[in-house]
């Protein structure tokens, strides 16, 4: 026991500050949830893994790790350019964070074509972590890919909250707000969250990709003219 206050108190900081880095690791918390949630065998058909935000490689690294000799058809993970790294089973597409770039839009369609591609019977573990806002931009009929990179622009120098913001986004996209859902059906989607939102709302990390949207348009735009972003449209 160290005898000096300013010295211990030190080390209490940092055994707590570990702790807590340990707590909030994707791999382990993913590893652990994997291995309490899912059972690979209950899979009738094929098994693809579809991981996207930040964490993205980590969580699909645990998602192998859990399954064992479980092998899964396809796995793809979809990272910022910061977290880019080539791991063994894992194909990896990296693309910009915080504002979407062509890259994210080609890493969206790839995520789509492969979701398509599942049949009745076929299970997606879907992990979602924060940034998958920005790494998955599919916008809307009558929206381009340069509205959308103005529109979040906008958004994150509004001062709107993070929860605020998806709810804009989810209204502009095909895979936000249970778009990713919709396109993976009739397969069954299971869905590993790790929540960078406080409050832990689950439809708003990465705009709830594989959950039902948190608002509708209209709250989207009422959230716009609020802030001022948005006063005539």
Avoid: W
């Avoid at 340990?22 to 058909?45: M, S, W, Y």
């Amino acid at each position: 026991m160290n005898n000096n206050p300013r010295a211990a108190l030190r080390e209490q900081a940092e055994f707590a500050f570990q702790r807590g880095v340990q707590a909030a690791d994707p791999k382990r918390a993913t590893l652990a949830a994997i291995h309490a949630h899912f059972d690979p065998n209950q899979v009738a058909g094929d098994l693809y893994i579809l991981a996207f935000g930040k964490a993205a490689v980590g969580m699909a690294q645990a998602a192998l790790e859990a399954l064992g000799p479980f092998e899964p058809r396809r796995v793809l993970a979809i990272t910022n350019y910061e977290n880019d790294t080539q791991c063994d089973g894992i194909e990896i597409l990296a693309a910009a964070h915080p504002v979407p770039d062509a890259k994210g839009a080609e890493a969206a369609l790839c995520a789509e074509d492969m979701l398509r591609d599942a049949k009745d019977g076929d299970a997606i573990l879907a992990l979602v972590s924060g940034g998958a806002s920005a790494l998955l931009p599919a916008p809307i009929d009558g929206v381009s890919l340069a509205d959308k990179i103005i529109v979040n622009e906008l958004l994150l120098g509004s001062g709107l909250d993070i929860g605020s913001m998806n709810i804009v986004r989810q209204s502009l996209s095909r895979t936000k707000g249970g778009g990713l859902l919709a396109t993976a059906a009739p397969a069954r989607v299971i869905s590993f969250v790790l929540s960078d939102v406080l409050g832990d709302d689950m439809r708003l990390v990465g705009s709830g990709p594989t959950l039902s949207r948190a608002g509708s348009s209209d709250d989207a735009l009422e959230i716009l003219q609020s802030a001022g972003v948005c006063k005539q449209c």
